[in-house]
């Protein structure tokens, strides 16, 4: 694959043969390739090129399943725009799901390294096909300079700051990528287009950032939309939906040792925070598979 005029074309005589797998978490779907014996070269750009809806296949990005020295497995993941992200909630359940239905890990506890560290998965069977999966997302980062986040502090709760020429009170979180949670009365009277590239790039977040629009429908249960760094909005994000949990939490909307519900677009997401970790647990789908020249 080459640019032409600022344009990606298929180089025929160079074409690859890719097989792939098309699965998603609530929605938030990927294009999935096993690389245990297969290497994908230019990754970046073959994300850009896939996950257009128009002129790929479609997908929030790509994921590539890669033999590990530590894990069972690994996962690199990489948004639609090329740029590759540290760890993603619904798209390693999906891993899971591939590597235990194709027999490559035929265990229902998985170790699975990211780029934020190995996670421990716990893995739901029915009818010989995992059906859900719980991931200890591991214990979240609230330190600005570690989310970052340009603000002084030693967490960032609910605090007003100017996005665009607008006043939010965000709450930061890094669940191995950096997040900013808004809590809303009414998150589906949002313009997320318009407000979620001002959040992305704004010079708070020196690596960009997640946005979560949250809304309190009752006791330990949310109704969430994010706009992703790199991919805008999607049907469901796994870290924000953990980010957002954990945020509720810190401002009193939830309990800590809890199951929260976590309404997204593509559906529900169950989160809970203890003191020491959090976990999320949902569906992994997959929706077909099919080969690609590149």
């Given at each position: 694959m080459e640019k032409?005029?600022?344009?990606?074309?298929?180089v025929?005589?160079?074409a690859?043969?890719?097989?792939?797998t098309k699965?998603h978490?609530c929605g938030?779907d990927?294009?999935?390739?096993?690389?245990?014996d297969?290497e994908i070269?230019?990754?970046?750009m073959l994300?850009?090129?896939l996950?257009?809806?128009?002129?790929?296949i479609?997908g929030?990005?790509?994921?590539?399943?890669?033999?590990?020295?530590?894990?069972?497995a690994?996962?690199?993941?990489?948004?639609?725009?090329?740029?590759e992200?540290?760890?993603?909630?619904?798209?390693?359940?999906?891993?899971?799901?591939?590597?235990?239905?194709n027999g490559?890990?035929?265990?229902?506890?998985?170790?699975?390294?990211?780029?934020?560290?190995?996670?421990?998965?716990?893995?739901s069977?029915e009818?010989?096909?995992v059906?859900?999966?719980r991931?200890?997302?591991?214990?979240?980062e609230?330190?600005?300079?570690?989310?970052?986040?340009?603000?002084?502090?030693?967490s960032?709760?609910?605090?007003?700051?100017?996005?665009?020429?607008?006043?939010?009170?965000?709450t930061?979180?890094?669940?191995?990528n950096?997040?900013?949670?808004v809590?809303?009365?009414?998150?589906?009277?949002i313009?997320?287009?318009?407000?979620?590239p001002?959040?992305?790039?704004d010079?708070?977040?020196p690596?960009?950032v997640n946005?979560?629009f949250?809304e309190i429908?009752?006791?330990?249960q949310l109704k969430?939309?994010?706009?992703?760094?790199?991919?805008?909005?999607t049907?469901?994000?796994?870290?924000?939906?953990?980010a957002?949990?954990?945020a509720?939490?810190?401002?009193g909307?939830?309990?800590k040792?809890?199951?929260?519900?976590?309404q997204?677009?593509g559906?529900?997401?169950v989160?809970?925070?203890?003191?020491?970790t959090?976990?999320?647990?949902?569906?992994?789908?997959?929706?077909?598979?099919?080969m690609v020249e590149?």
């Open positions: 032409v005029n600022g344009s990606k074309i298929f025929n005589s160079f690859m043969k890719l097989d792939f699965m978490g938030n990927y294009i999935y390739f096993n690389c245990f297969a070269k230019s990754p970046e994300a850009a090129y996950a257009d809806r128009h002129t790929g479609g929030d990005g790509i994921v590539l399943i890669l033999p590990s020295d530590i894990a069972d690994k996962m690199r993941m990489l948004n639609a725009d090329g740029s992200g540290g760890m993603c909630g619904n798209a390693i359940r999906c891993v899971a799901k591939y590597l235990y239905d490559l890990v035929k265990k229902t506890q998985m170790r699975i390294e990211t780029r934020s560290g190995v996670k421990e998965l716990c893995l069977v009818d010989s096909a059906s859900s999966v991931v200890n997302m591991g214990k979240p609230l330190l600005p300079e570690k989310i970052p986040v340009n603000l002084i502090g030693d960032i709760i609910a605090r007003m700051v100017v996005i665009g020429d607008a006043e939010y009170k965000i930061c979180v890094s669940m191995g950096p997040h900013a949670v809590f809303r009365a009414d998150v589906d009277g313009d997320l287009g318009k407000i979620g001002l959040f992305e790039n010079a708070l977040f690596d960009r946005t979560e949250v429908l009752g006791k330990n969430m939309r994010v706009w992703e760094r790199g991919s805008g909005e049907q469901a994000c796994g870290t924000g939906a953990c957002a949990a954990v509720a939490v810190l401002n909307h939830c309990d040792d809890t199951d929260i519900a976590v997204l677009p559906g529900q997401l989160i809970c925070c203890t003191d020491d959090v976990y999320m647990t949902g569906g992994a789908v997959k929706v077909f598979e099919g590149a």
